[in-house]
């Protein structure tokens, strides 16, 4: 009888599913919407379990489904819509959240201490220690995020918005941003963001860390971004009382493209001595299903 | 052949309508739903227009109509708008902006400059000096509005999560906050803060500003409040080059119903040696049209 493991990383953009076979070769991989409970709940459990379905079309032999969701929080009871799950799909299911599911898929043959940040349109701090498992700010763009992409590019339209309430003369870095985003007054920065959407606003980062090369209110900015991050990856080493070595992994679209916060970060992390190996094979969140599913 | 005034205070959250006698004996007073032509043009036409209508109904005589509105930057030619309105109803009409309103509310028989600090669901300084008219912040709450009622619920927000994120003990202004807004998790406050209208948010600075007589958190974050509204303070007497007497008219929710927030702001500009007097008679801002519409 065949053996199969179905991974699923239920993201709050979109959902990915993995299916592998016994030797964890990947057969077949689905992209659905998004999938966060506590946005939506009737949506989030349509994508998800449509990404189960394609999944299992045609499959038949021993299945296991490994589920990381955002929005977990949501279900006062996961294990019982873990078994409801199970009952509808008849395979056995692991339901837990995207950080755990995050977490699982850093290489750590070690069982070091594990710090996981990430950094996209929002940011949040996963820790993993022997088998407890934490989380730090998130919280979306009203309540935190701080260090984010979104927080990034706010952080830009709010420096030129300074200048234009103080009349001064606009400085070149804000010439250069509204002119790469296309604007040109107060009024059209309130229109572009109170109309966009989170993410469409967090692209605008791109423009900051780009002028960042050559450009110091450019780079303030960016430091501030990582100064940020470093103070909630501190947060989360005291939380999870880390004193030797860890091992931390950077993940994130603003984290994987700034290479100016990137090095600024891990510069200043070092300067406080904390003893870190980088986690240099970064995959998808969704191979913690392996290892959670205990393949291979 | 009778003469009449009208007023409108065209504002982001409803529109006030007021018809005045030649004396200045209010006749009639009309309210609708928001105009705030940045937001819905079509929506914010209407509820100016029906104001007008209602006030014009049955009337004859000489009629002047003066209108402050939000959203006026609208307009790249309000002139225009301004004739199109007077055509439209047969009157002469004054169209302008909501700040230009509120500051020719204030008395000022010694013509000197005013500086209106309006601080309530958001907040944003006016000023005025000889025939030169200022703004400074504003904004909404994703890129300004320091110091608003918005700004101190989720400071307020924020204190709670930080307390949670690190697995402290809550302190007891968390306990009573979350008491009192009547939940009990962070999954609650994001519910509450994702979910909620930005005024009903703010409502929650009520809370805030009730506590800060006893607890010294909350009057940790009523102090931010106050040295926020300071900073905007200082930037608009920059801005107008106001260097001896001026008048200081507070106005909003939270300037006005919070006795901690008021007596601190005032505190810390008097240390700073500006010499304010502060405007006693603050008139609702439709009165502004008496003065612009050069009645009585």
Redesign the interface.
């Known amino acids: 009888m065949s053996r199969y493991l179905i991974g699923i990383d239920a993201g709050a953009t979109k959902t990915l599913g993995v299916l592998w076979d016994k030797n964890g070769q990947e057969i077949k991989r689905v992209v659905k919407g998004f999938c966060n409970f ?1 946005v939506d709940f009737l949506k989030s459990q349509k994508n998800l379990e449509k990404t189960i379905e394609e999944l299992l079309f045609n499959l038949s032999g021993k299945i296991k489904i490994v589920i990381g969701t955002s929005g977990y ?2 279900f006062e009871d996961p294990l019982a819509y873990q078994t409801e799950l199970a009952k509808k799909f008849q395979t056995r299911v692991v339901f837990k959240d995207d950080g755990y599911l995050a977490l699982n898929s850093i290489d750590n043959p070690n069982d070091l201490p594990v710090v996981l940040l990430i950094s996209g349109t929002g940011s949040i701090v996963y820790g993993k220690k022997k088998n407890n498992y934490y989380r ?2 998130g ?6 995020d701080q260090g984010s992409a979104y927080k990034l590019a ?1 952080s830009a ?2 420096e030129v ?1 300074y200048e234009l ?3 001064l003369l606009l400085s070149s870095f804000s010439k250069l941003f509204l002119k790469t985003v296309g604007i040109s007054t ?2 059209e ?3 572009l ?2 109309k966009s959407e989170k993410g469409e606003i967090a692209n605008f980062a791109k423009i900051v860390y780009g002028l960042a090369e050559s450009d110091a209110t450019a780079k303030k900015l960016v430091k501030q971004a990582s100064f940020d991050l470093l103070e909630q990856t501190k ?1 989360i080493l ?2 999870m009382a880390v004193n030797g070595n860890f091992i931390l992994a950077l993940k994130g679209g603003l984290m994987e493209n700034s290479k100016l916060l990137k090095a600024d970060y891990l510069e200043k992390l070092s300067a406080l001595n904390f003893k870190y190996q980088l986690s240099k094979n970064n995959r998808e969140s969704v191979y913690g299903a392996l290892k959670i599913g205990e393949w291979l």
Chains 1, 2 share one sequence.
């Open positions: 506590n929080s949501y730090f700010g919280h979306g763009h009203l309540l935190g706010i339209f709010k918005i309430d103080n009349n107060l009024e920065i309130k229109q963001v109170y947060a005291r939380k």
